[in-house]
């Protein structure tokens, strides 16, 4: 029993721990893992989750599904619902990713601390932007992430090659939402560890002065020119869906990173599907 405070002690609870789908970030596994087949271009299944839900992420993480972008920038949640849902989605199978509230170190810091296994930053709009989302993901010398053995990310200090094998393991992927971004997203790309861009159809549309309306042909011309950029640069592709039809033409055109449904508005709309087939059977009850 002495064995199991010493080196050996300390690798077989690693294994262990990652055997059982715990946030160690090994070499092939996990984020790892993910990040490698898009990278490789291999189409991913992802699902969406705003209302800072453990059970929905539960649900979704049984579902199948590759990933599950945890929104933070127009969700519901904070950052104990946040761990709340990776603990949920813990061993599942799904990788577990973040879009942080803004382009800003403090919450990304806290955000990987808490041990998302990627992010996806919102409104970045030009290198020196990028820059400073991949500062702020990369431990010392790469970046300028704090450092702490304490983290949930380090399993407490448990993990002792934490500070080895994170930085490969994180996903970093940057959102293009504003014209400016478009006319920069050859700079934006050009950043070394940017592991691809997310396009986001909506904001776009507003900086473009068609606010609501993501399928204007202006609209539509700026992402075809996002499109053929990753696509240059061999970038991961992602972004939104409004249903399967919509993401099967997005997969046939280079996308990758696909959300098929979300929490809240898919389950909005089988709600509001359900009950209006009532009301149609039942006219006069």
């Known amino acids: 029993m002495a064995e199991e405070g010493g080196h050996a002690g300390w690798m077989s609870l690693e294994s262990k721990f990652v ?14 893992r993910m990040r490698q ?3 490789a271009g291999r189409k991913t299944a992802g699902a969406w989750l705003g209302l800072g839900s453990d059970a929905t992420a539960e649900v979704l993480a049984r579902a199948g599904f590759d990933w599950l972008l945890i929104d933070m920038e127009h969700g519901l949640g904070d950052l104990a619902s946040l761990v709340s849902q990776l603990r949920a989605i813990a061993g599942l199978g799904p ?8 382009n800003d170190p403090v919450w ?33 010398p790469g970046g300028r992430r704090g450092v702490a053995r304490s983290t949930r990310a380090a399993d407490q200090g448990r993990n002792p090659r934490h500070f080895e094998l994170a930085d490969d393991g994180i996903l970093i992927i940057v959102q293009i939402e504003t014209i400016e971004a478009v006319r920069k997203v050859d700079d934006i790309l050009s950043v070394p560890r940017i592991d691809g861009i997310f396009v986001g159809p909506v904001d776009l549309s507003a900086s473009m002065g068609h606010l609501g309306d993501r399928f204007h042909p202006e609209v539509r011309d700026a992402i075809d020119e996002v499109e053929r950029a990753a696509k240059q640069a061999g970038k991961v592709l992602g972004t939104i869906s409004s249903g399967w039809d919509e993401a099967s033409d997005l997969y046939s055109r280079g996308y990758t990173m696909v959300t098929l449904m979300a929490d809240g508005v898919s389950l909005a709309q089988l709600a509001s599907q359900t009950v209006t087939r009532f009301a149609e059977s039942f006219p006069n009850r």
Request: charged content about 20%.
């Open 37 to 39: 087949l898009l990278l």
């Open 19 to 32: 055997e059982m789908g715990g946030n160690m970030i090994e070499p092939g596994s996990g984020a790892n």
């Open 95 to 102: 990788v577990s990713i973040v879009r942080v509230p803004w």
């Open 108 to 140: 990304i810091k806290r955000i990987l601390d808490a041990g998302a296994q990627g992010v996806v930053v919102p409104y970045v709009n030009d290198r020196e932007e990028a820059e400073a989302a991949v500062d702020a993901c990369l431990y010392p």
